[in-house]
């Protein structure tokens, strides 16, 4: 097997794998269900994982990694800090069937049995908070927000989503997506200093 081919595969192997989880969540994944997914060998899922557990982490870790680069995106682009904020809030918030956030909120349990996927969590979830971090301190920097705390700020925004997000993903019409954007806005709002009609 040439490296790109390897490559090619893995890259296939991590989408599927992303699939089965979805699907079956992370405690019920074998990778045997993800061979068979694939097409492929467990002998070959073991090739690039080689346990279960590391198999489980960087699944989580790419489909991760693809919000995150939606976010580094906006993060890098030349928006104001205010639109920046924006943007933020709507890629963060749930959308559609939710996918990615059944991903997260299985990761984050799962870590509290795994060490593997507690690290990967941990760090991806801090990216987040960071880059809000990052654009709120820009928008207190230029004047558009008034704010003394940009970390603390960015991280109880980003719980409120979290809490909010399970409700939405778990709990089906407990409260509405287009609720959980108005309470976002509203919160965000009073913790920069902004009107929420700003942040429609």
């Given at each position: 097997?040439?490296?790109?081919?390897?490559e090619?595969?893995?890259?296939?192997?991590?989408?599927?794998?992303?699939?089965v989880?979805?699907?079956?969540?992370?405690a019920?994944?074998?990778?045997a269900d993800?061979?068979?997914?694939?097409?492929?060998?467990?002998?070959?899922?073991?090739?690039?994982f080689?346990?279960?557990?590391?198999?489980?982490?960087?699944?989580?870790?790419?489909?991760?990694?693809?919000d995150?680069?939606?976010?580094?995106?906006?993060v890098?682009?030349?928006a104001?800090?205010?639109?920046?904020?924006?943007?933020?809030?709507?890629?963060?918030?749930?959308?559609?069937r939710?996918?990615?956030?059944?991903?997260?909120?299985?990761?984050?349990?799962?870590?509290?049995r795994?060490p593997?996927?507690?690290?990967?969590?941990r760090?991806?979830?801090?990216?987040?908070?960071e880059?809000?971090?990052?654009?709120?301190?820009?928008?207190?920097?230029?004047?558009?927000?008034?704010?003394?705390?940009?970390?603390?700020?960015?991280?109880?925004?980003?719980?409120?989503?979290?809490?909010?997000?399970?409700?939405?993903?778990?709990?089906d019409?407990?409260?509405?997506?287009?609720?959980?954007?108005?309470?976002?806005?509203?919160?965000?709002?009073?913790?920069?200093?902004?009107?929420?009609?700003?942040l429609?």
């Amino acid at each position: 097997m040439t490296r790109r081919s390897a490559e090619v595969r893995l890259d296939a192997l991590l989408r599927t794998a992303c699939e089965v989880i979805v699907e079956r969540g992370l405690a019920n994944t074998r990778t045997a269900d993800v061979a068979q997914a694939a097409g492929v060998s467990q002998a070959l899922v073991f090739y690039h994982f080689s346990t279960k557990e590391r198999l489980l982490a960087r699944a989580f870790a790419y489909a991760a990694e693809q919000d995150l680069a939606r976010l580094d995106a906006v993060v890098r682009s030349s928006a104001t800090p205010l639109v920046k904020l924006k943007r933020i809030l709507k890629l963060y918030a749930p959308s559609g069937r939710s996918q990615s956030w059944a991903m997260w909120i299985d990761g984050w349990s799962e870590s509290l049995r795994s060490p593997e996927l507690e690290k990967v969590s941990r760090r991806l979830d801090l990216r987040w908070k960071e880059d809000l971090t990052s654009v709120i301190s820009a928008g207190v920097g230029d004047g558009t927000f008034t704010c003394d705390d940009p970390t603390g700020a960015a991280w109880r925004i980003n719980a409120l989503i979290d809490g909010l997000a399970v409700q939405v993903a778990v709990h089906d019409r407990v409260i509405s997506r287009r609720q959980l954007a108005e309470w976002v806005r509203h919160s965000a709002a009073r913790e920069l200093g902004l009107d929420p009609a700003e942040l429609e």
